[in-house]
């Protein structure tokens, strides 16, 4: 508490709960995102780090959690610009996915989405070109026309053709994806 005494509900749940506890890792996961949003970045990989091999150990190594862990721990080496070991767990996350979710799901084509951005600052135009199309369909089939996983896609694909010289998306598309946001 802010008096420097006792954190007793993190006690308590420290006390009651294992360190493998699925709650536990849980909620272990859910600190590493908000560590991530707060640009805490070395910390939450940290922690992400070991809710995915505890999650490895509790579920498999394809498991929805392993796939969110890895999906966030991509998100937060691209965010400290280690386009390297982003793209290396972007792509265990897409291919861990497919096995969890299949093929055409939107969470699948969540998880390219983090792909397709780090594809497109290492100048892999086309690959996330093509990562993005297929994220694209998915959401175009799959989610309400209005979604932000679809305008995402779109902006981002747009983001693509303009680096390549290629502004065949018209920009009035990559300007309405915006919209659901704003």
């Given at each position: 508490d802010s008096t420097g005494g006792p954190d007793w509900p993190s006690l308590i749940f420290e006390a009651s709960a294992p360190t493998m506890h699925p709650d536990r890792v849980t909620i272990e996961t859910i600190l590493g995102e908000a560590?991530?949003?707060q640009g805490r970045l070395d910390e939450s990989a940290s922690i992400l780090l070991d809710a995915l091999r505890k999650n490895t150990e509790l579920f498999g190594p394809n498991s929805v959690g392993a796939v969110d862990d890895l999906d966030r721990l991509a998100a937060v080496r691209y965010a400290q610009r280690n386009l390297g070991e982003a793209e290396s767990y972007s792509r265990e996350a897409v291919a861990r996915?497919?096995?969890?979710?299949?093929?055409?799901?939107?969470?699948?084509?969540?998880?390219?989405?983090?792909?397709?951005?780090t594809l497109t600052d290492l100048g892999k135009y086309q690959e996330a070109e093509a990562t993005l199309r297929e994220a694209l369909a998915i959401f175009v089939e799959k989610?309400?026309?209005?979604?932000?996983y679809t305008a995402s896609a779109?902006?981002?694909?747009?983001?693509?053709?303009?680096?390549?010289?290629?502004?065949?998306?018209?920009?009035?598309?990559?300007?309405?994806?915006?919209?659901?946001w704003t």
């Open positions: 560590l991530y949003l996915a497919r096995i969890v979710f299949g093929e055409e799901h939107s969470g699948t084509a969540n998880v390219a989405m983090t792909l397709a951005r989610l309400p026309s209005d979604h932000q779109e902006y981002f694909l747009g983001e693509v053709l303009l680096a390549t010289n290629r502004p065949g998306y018209p920009e009035a598309k990559v300007t309405a994806s915006m919209n659901p």
